[in-house]
C-alpha cells in the first residue's frame, strides 16, 4: 500500500467555495476507482481547525502503486494541475491502514509528519505506529489510521479520519473532509 498527499497553499483571500465547488462536483469520480483504499477530499481554511493557511490537500490510500499511477498520468490529475499548479506529491510506504466500517461517515481529518531520527530503531518504530493505528480504530476514536514511512526524507506521517474534530497540538495539521472516495 502508498499512502499520497499533495496540497496547494491559497492566497488569504482565496474563494474557498471554488474548492467546496469542486470537492462537491468532482468527488464522486473517484468512487470506485481501481486499486483505491479510499480518496480524502480535504481542506482548510485558515483561522479555521487550527488552520495557519487557506488549503486544498487530498490524501490518498492506494491499494496498489498502479491505482498512483494510473490516477498521476489520468485526466483528472491533469485536470486539476490545470486549474491550482504543479503539486510536490508526497508518498510513503504503507506500515499499518486501519480501517473502520463506519469509515464513510468521517468528517475531519488530521495529519502529523514526524522526522525519524538518524539510525532510530525503524523496526521499533514500526510496531509502535502500527499498534498506535490499530488501537485508534480499535477503540472506536478515528474511523481511519494510516501510519507510514518515506525513507528518502525519513519522514513519517500519520492520517487519522475523524467523526469530530480531536484536540490536536500546534504540529498537527486538521481538515474539513468534503468527501470521502472510497473502492
Known amino acids: 500500500m502508498i499512502a499520497m498527499q ?3 497553499t491559497l492566497p488569504a483571500d482565496y474563494d474557498m467555495s ?3 465547488r469542486r470537492i462537491r462536483d468532482k468527488g464522486p469520480l473517484l468512487d470506485g ?6 480518496k480524502a477530499y480535504l481542506s482548510a481554511r485558515q483561522g479555521e481547525c487550527a488552520s495557519r493557511d487557506n488549503l486544498y490537500a487530498p490524501f490518498y490510500l492506494w491499494q496498489k502503486p498502479e491505482g498512483a ?3 498521476l498520468c489520468g485526466p483528472g490529475f491533469e485536470a486539476l494541475t490545470g486549474a491550482f499548479g504543479w503539486p510536490t506529491v508526497r508518498t510513503w510506504i ?3 491502514a486501519e480501517l473502520s466500517a463506519e469509515i464513510a461517515a468521517a468528517r475531519f481529518a488530521t495529519r502529523d509528519i514526524l ?3 538518524p539510525y532510530a530503531p525503524l523496526a521499533d518504530i514500526r ?3 502500527s499498534a498506535q493505528a490499530e488501537a485508534e480504530v480499535a477503540t472506536g476514536g478515528a474511523l481511519a489510521s494510516v501510519s507510514g514511512f518515506e525513507p528518502t526524507t525519513w519522514t513519517r506521517v500519520r492520517f487519522r479520519l475523524w467523526r469530530e474534530m480531536p484536540e490536536i497540538d500546534a ?3 486538521a481538515y474539513r473532509v468534503g468527501h470521502l472516495s472510497l473502492p
Open 6 to 8: 499533495y496540497s496547494f
Open 18 to 20: 471554488i474548492v467546496d
Open 33 to 38: 476507482f481501481p486499486n483505491l483504499g479510499f
Open 69 to 71: 499511477s494510473d490516477f
Open 94 to 96: 504503507v506500515w499499518q
Open 115 to 117: 522526522l525519524t531520527e
Open 127 to 129: 510496531r509502535a505506529e
Open 171 to 173: 504540529q498537527t495539521q
